[in-house]
């Protein structure tokens, strides 16, 4: 190791000891929760697809007294006063975001994916169908609109249409469905995946679009583990007259470094892109929205539509992880995230297990327990828990278990690839995961419960215990 890196090393450690000692002369049982979960993560092979370490520049860049700040407005434009700083944060981040993604105009204050999602929601509503309104009424804005013309316009807003890919094809709750503010929003119908290959049928959305008209395709995915085609889908959107917004949440990282390109790549297709930021991009938890010139005046007005405050302390965390997703490193460290999917998912394969469409072209696999093993998705997911490796369980399509016990079980590769693991350290995860669920049965009559020979929960523990320490992770913190 340099000698550079020791001293940084040695700073970090620092850094944190004094911060939890503050924190500890406040309330010292959140300074014992912060150690806790730090030592929880290092006893666990983390394979849920949506978590990630973020860097401790990132960790540290949000505890700061940016939060203090109140910045209800965008750039230049606030309505309060004294946010020459918090501009240039914004700034900054907002920069790195367009550079990073390419994108003509980058939205960096949503608080998370589901708010990225309603500003986006909302900013194509009121591109599309508020400003029209106005004109038509001749209005500036609503405050111009008469009662019975406020009625007319809010019942144009209840009555639109969007389409959205399944639930238990990989859509997410945010793209139309009744559990969230979407589906009570718009009148939606889902598009599935073919039933034989399990992968998106382009000519059967083509149909369903033209039958449907909705004023949104929606594309992306969280637990579909192949590459949608966004020019196919772009093509599809602009037949049909729909405003075509994708949800790169989970695999922004991928896009950052240049894993996906062309047809790949949603930027350079859709009207309109929102993202996570602390998922495969590796950022603090948060959102933003990438857009072209058109819809970038309604994405600004997210704040105060509906988001609070901008959380500043955050967007400048946003702004690091960007930078970060701007060195090569990152690029390397993209790739090897699908290298090392891959390496999971033929692992896997190779000792038996059913796997969602037959493999994987990104950051997750998605295992059939159900059909492999006899499990739900519940069961397996206590039992992985229980041999050390955490999880989470995911419907497969045309789910027979439901949403709620499921017959998956998602895996993704972000986490341990950032503590450095490669393909050989991923066959080995296989090993542990399909040791541990060969010895599980379901409790007769319980689709929750499992029975788990302990011997083997043990020996599964030893084996991800040295995986982690040939991986360690945040080596540079010492508590
Ligand atoms: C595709 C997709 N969009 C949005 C979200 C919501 O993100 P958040 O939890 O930050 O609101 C998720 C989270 O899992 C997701 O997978």
Known sequence: ???????????????????????????????????????????????????????????????????????????????????????????????????????????????????????????????????????????????????????????????????????????????????????????????????????LDYDAIAAQAREFRPLILVAGYSAYPRNPDFARLAEIAAEVGATFMVDMAHFAGLVAGGVLTGNLNPVPHADVVTSTTHKSLRGPRGGLVLCTPEYAPFVDRGCPLVLGGPLEHIIASKAVALAEARQPAFAQYAAQIVTNARALAEGLLRRGVTLVTGGTDNHLVLADVAASYGLTGRQAEAALLESGVVTNRNSVPRDPNGAWYTSGIRLGTPALTTLGMGPADLDEVADIMTTALAATTPQPGSKAKHQLDATVAEACRTRCADLLARHPLYPQIQL
């Open 1 to 199: 190791m340099a000698e550079t890196e020791i001293n940084v090393s040695s700073e970090v450690s620092t850094g944190y000891r004094a911060m939890l000692d503050v924190i500890g002369a406040s309330e010292p049982g959140i300074a014992r929760a912060i150690g806790d979960e730090l030592a929880n993560q290092r006893r666990q092979l983390k394979l849920i697809a949506s978590e990630n370490y973020a860097s401790p520049a990132v960790l540290m860049a949000m505890g700061t007294w940016l939060s203090d700040k109140y910045a209800e407005g965008t750039v230049g434009h606030r309505f309060y006063a004294g946010c020459e700083v918090i501009d240039e944060v914004e700034s900054i981040a907002a920069g790195h975001a367009r550079a990073l993604f390419g994108a003509e105009h980058a939205y960096v204050q949503p608080h998370s994916g589901i708010d990225a999602n309603l500003v986006a929601y909302w900013s194509i509503l009121a591109k599309r169908v508020e400003r029209p309104f106005l004109d038509e009424a001749g209005a500036k804005n609503v405050d111009g609109l008469d009662r019975d013309a406020w009625a007319q316009l809010r019942a144009q807003f209840g009555s639109q249409r969007m389409m959205g890919m399944s639930l238990d094809a990989g859509g997410h709750l945010t793209h139309g469905f009744r559990a969230n503010i979407s589906g009570k929003m718009f009148d939606q119908a889902s598009y599935g995946t073919d039933e034989q290959t399990g992968l």
